[in-house]
Structure formats: structure tokens, C-alpha cells
């Protein structure tokens, strides 16, 4: 949230929401733990000061995770998922055990994916993070167009972002090899 905010907003705009949120600092750790709730009450103060709907803050922080030239690891991450956009849906569910060999102490989300028709799937995602649905709804639309695919994806009520895959070819897939160019 915070590079998020700062890359999008500027310096000042994040200092205005910890202001607004009560934070003593306006630096948070990725690698230390913050009372449950923190990020969803920066999260909803962020909507109030930036006067946008909490739930498209959440979603741009899940494009912006995997967009962002900064976070160009995440994406290198989420693509080795598969050679198209459905074998990455179905390698989601493998997501929090590959990241927690990473990083042991970190809590990620337990994903479930369904398929429920052809084309169309269902992500539950059970998280402490109330916004995380919405992080990963932007995140897949992120990787929708990374991988060239037209999708509807919508996070709803009860922790579940429906997907339905419209064209899987619909434009060029960016560009993926598995070692970093020149390397």
C-alpha cells in the first residue's frame, strides 16, 4: 500500500492518509508484523483522503504489485505458473506454499480455485486481509493482459473473484524467459 500510494500519489498524499490513520511513522516494514486490521484501516483511510472506493484502492495495489518496474519479481514469479492464463489460474492454489519456502513467516492467503464451467472459475481466497480478495482481482487482470488473455474478473461478497476467460488469445502476450534477459 505504502509504494503504491507514494508512486501513484506522491510523498505527500501518503503522509496526509498516515496523518488521517494515526500512524506515529510513515513507513511500514514489509517484513515485520502490524496489529491485525492495520492494513485495512490504512486501506479505508486511503479511500477517504484519495476519495476513491476502498475496493479499487485494494485491486490497484494487486495491479500495481504486479505492473510496477519495481516489483518486476512478482511478475517473473506469477508467470512461471504456466504458458497460458488458465494453467496460471490453476497453479494459484500452490501460490502461499511456494511463498512461504521464500519467506517462512509470512501468513499468505489460502486460495481455492474451482472450475465451474468452461472458461469460467471461481478463486476463494480466506485471508486475514479483508481488501485481499480485491489485491488479487487486480493482480489476475494484471496477468490477464500479461498473458494476452480477455477476461471478466470480479471479486464479489464472500471472499470469491469469479473469472471467466472470454478469449485467451485475444491480443500478443508480453514477453517471458525464464533467466533475465542478457544472463
Not at 68 to 85: C, D, I, K, Q, Y
Not at 104 to 129: A, T
Not at 131 to 137: F, Q
Request: proline share 8%.
Amino acid at each position: 500500500m505504502q509504494n503504491y500510494v507514494l508512486d501513484t500519489f506522491g510523498e505527500a498524499r501518503w503522509k496526509d492518509i498516515c496523518d488521517a490513520a494515526g500512524q506515529p511513522g510513515p513507513t511500514f516494514e514489509p517484513m515485520l508484523r502490524y496489529p491485525p486490521g492495520l492494513a485495512d484501516r490504512i486501506a479505508e483511510t486511503a479511500a477517504e483522503v484519495l476519495g476513491r472506493p476502498v475496493h479499487a484502492i485494494w485491486e490497484d495495489v494487486g495491479t500495481y504489485l504486479v505492473t510496477s518496474p519495481a516489483h518486476e519479481g512478482v511478475r517473473r514469479l506469477l508467470r512461471f505458473g504456466g504458458v497460458s492464463f488458465s494453467d496460471f489460474l490453476h497453479s494459484l492454489e500452490e501460490l502461499p506454499g511456494r511463498a512461504r519456502l521464500a519467506l517462512p513467516d509470512l501468513d499468505p492467503p489460502e486460495i481455492l480455485l474451482s472450475e465451474v464451467g468452461p472458461d469460467r472459475f471461481e478463486l476463494r481466497c480466506r485471508s486475514k486481509l479483508k481488501g485481499m480478495p480485491r489485491v488479487l482481482a487486480g493482480m489476475l487482470m494484471a496477468m490477464a493482459d500479461d498473458y494476452g488473455a480477455l477476461c471478466l474478473i470480479e471479486a464479489g461478497k464472500d471472499e470469491v473473484v469469479t473469472i471467466s476467460v472470454l478469449d485467451s488469445r485475444h491480443s500478443r502476450a508480453r514477453a517471458f524467459d525464464l533467466a533475465f534477459p542478457g544472463r
